[in-house]
């Protein structure tokens, strides 16, 4: 007989699945996104991106790049002219000298990720990296059946977060093959220092363990300097490194999908071969707008970064006029991730607020156990909608 539906899910075929891809919880922040979603009343501060579009320039070239017929399949490795735009704008920003073979180009950060990590870590490895930390950077390993040590960052009000290096150098065993650095970091803004960049190099290099730095937030910091401290002037063709950036976050492209490795010549042949089969190549219209993102953008980076500075006082100001908000101090990325005192169910916290006041914020749970406790608000957006939050934050605070 024909079945006529699929409305009940069945264990036969659920249970064919691998058990890390059953046990992949789903995202708390889109169980709290999905209550609030469509609703016109709402200040979105959950997820981590921009509100706004991406700059015309950038659509443009897409589009000139579409009507000129670039629909057809590329290289695996991205187009040449955007893998030397890339190298020179690494070039430009870190005085380093990379050729355009030490770059993939890829669909997202996300996927870069992905493919970073198929490429050096298999059943049985194991993974070392710090928390509270983005969830995917701890499921993907997962879904490669390697196991996961995060190291907890400490929270201080004035001092921001930490990160005990030594503590980090202790979780690594000899099945280790990985460490995931997040920097800076999403949730917390937490940046590693050069100092501890060169320690933890020498340690890696010392045991034979990757390195692979998600800089995706590379150019959103607010100390005065143009890019955090990177791993990239660390590369060398004798390294076990590799750097995941994204166009997403700087160039406001979320939504594009553009992204890229930057590594030793010997790492990039083998991760062009795991492009192929991920996803084959990032599209060509969109590898054109990403370069003229790279060669025309940094106007916009700049100016992009000054709003978010601008918003993030107004935010820091704001909470810290909260008597029981702790928020520690975090000079990076695009969140503000604080602390509640007396408020230990964070999604439920961030349900509720949604509910009454039409405030949508991230509970820290998405983050890992470490981040109990703590609420994300991403602060992309203009000052307008920070002072809308935190009035609601405000009243709902003062009703608890
Ligand atoms: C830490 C971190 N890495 C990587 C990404 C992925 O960015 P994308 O896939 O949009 O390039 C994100 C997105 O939120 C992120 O927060």
Redesign the pocket.
Known sequence: MRETGFASSNSFVSEGIRSVVRDIAPSQIREVAHLGMGRDDVVPLW???PDQPTPEFICRAAMDALAAGDTFYQPNAGIAPLRTALSDYMNGLYGTALLPDNVIVTV??????MVALQAVLGAGDHLVTTAP??P??VAIPRVLGASVTTVPLQADAKAGWQLDLQALFDACRPSTKVILL?TP??PTGWMMSEGDQAKLVAFAEERGIWIIA?E??ARLVYNGQDYAPSFVPFLREDRRIMV?N????AWAM?GW???WITASRAACIELEKLMEFNVSCPAGFIQQAGIVALREGEDFVATARACYARSRQVLVDRLSAMPRVMLPAADA?FYAFFHIDGVTDTLGFAKKLLGEQGIGLAPGEAFGPEGAGFIRACYAVSEDRIHQAMDGMERFLNTM
């Open positions: 997820f981590g991106e997202s950060g996300l996927n870069a990720i930390i983005w995917n950077l997040n970091n999403n998600d995706v937030y995941i994204s166009f997403s976050k979320t999908r553009l992204g990325a």
